[in-house]
């Protein structure tokens, strides 16, 4: 069975420090990957998705994630966090032939002023 | 831009009540889901529907729990009688054919 592991369950970091949150998958082919966020009180907005070709892809709000195969990886990135980026930030994967999502324990980002 | 919706917002219930849980797709999607995120836990898959039956539904959707289209519009996820264990957010989502799912604002369910 498919399954994503997001190893950090908090992270802090300053306004303005980059930020990078990790996310690993364990699927035999490679699944369509998708970083969703969930700000306090809100639904989950889709930041950005991996289904083939280019393996660094940008998303909204200055987002952007790298596949990589050889690791089972698909880490997002940001390079200068806003205070508004503070919200839980989950990864998930679709089997190509499936449709429903598995997501992983989610990683919660606090920015200091 | 268009928008899943979901009503109500925040439920509270007895344990044993019936609740029905209702979602507006977005007007060209097809293909809908149940999730649900217990306090402090990943989200879980529940069920997806398409053209008006289950394609999939996972050992949670037990036969305690229920989906349909009724009108063509709205999509409902009815629990038939809750117990403790399902407080927890449930979250509408839909998609068209092109693998994005896109989530409605969830409604927080309260089971006492």
């Known amino acids: 069975a498919q399954s994503v592991t997001q190893p950090d369950i908090h992270i802090t970091v300053s306004e303005g420090a980059s930020l990078e949150l990790r996310c690993n998958y364990s699927?035999?082919?490679?699944?369509?990957l998708f970083w969703y966020v969930q700000s306090p009180g809100q639904g989950l907005q889709l930041l950005l998705k991996?289904?083939?070709?280019?393996?660094l892809v940008q998303g909204i709000k200055g987002f952007e994630a790298e596949f990589k195969r050889s690791q089972s990886s698909f880490n997002l990135r940001k390079p200068s966090v806003h205070w508004s980026d503070a919200a839980e930030y989950f990864c998930?994967?679709?089997?190509?032939?499936?449709?429903?999502?598995?997501f992983g324990g989610g990683t919660r980002v606090l920015v200091k002023p | 831009e268009p928008e899943v919706t979901q009503t109500p917002s925040h439920q509270v219930t007895q344990m044993g009540q019936e609740v029905i849980l209702r979602c507006v797709p977005i007007?060209?999607?097809?293909?809908f889901y149940w999730y649900r995120q217990i306090l402090g836990q990943k989200v879980e898959f529940l069920v997806s529907f398409y053209n008006n039956e289950i394609s999939e539904k996972s050992e949670i959707f037990d036969d305690q729990f229920s989906v349909e289209r009724p009108d063509g519009s709205n999509f409902t996820l009815k629990i038939r009688s809750t117990k403790l264990e399902d407080s927890a957010m449930y979250f509408c989502a839909t998609m068209t054919g092109e693998e994005t799912q896109y989530f409605g604002p969830g409604t927080r369910l309260l089971v006492l």
């Open positions: 007007s060209n999607h097809l293909y």
């Open positions: 699927y035999g082919a490679t699944p369509y």
């Open positions: 998930a994967v679709r089997q190509a032939a499936g449709n429903k999502l598995t």
């Open positions: 991996y289904f083939s070709g280019d393996t």
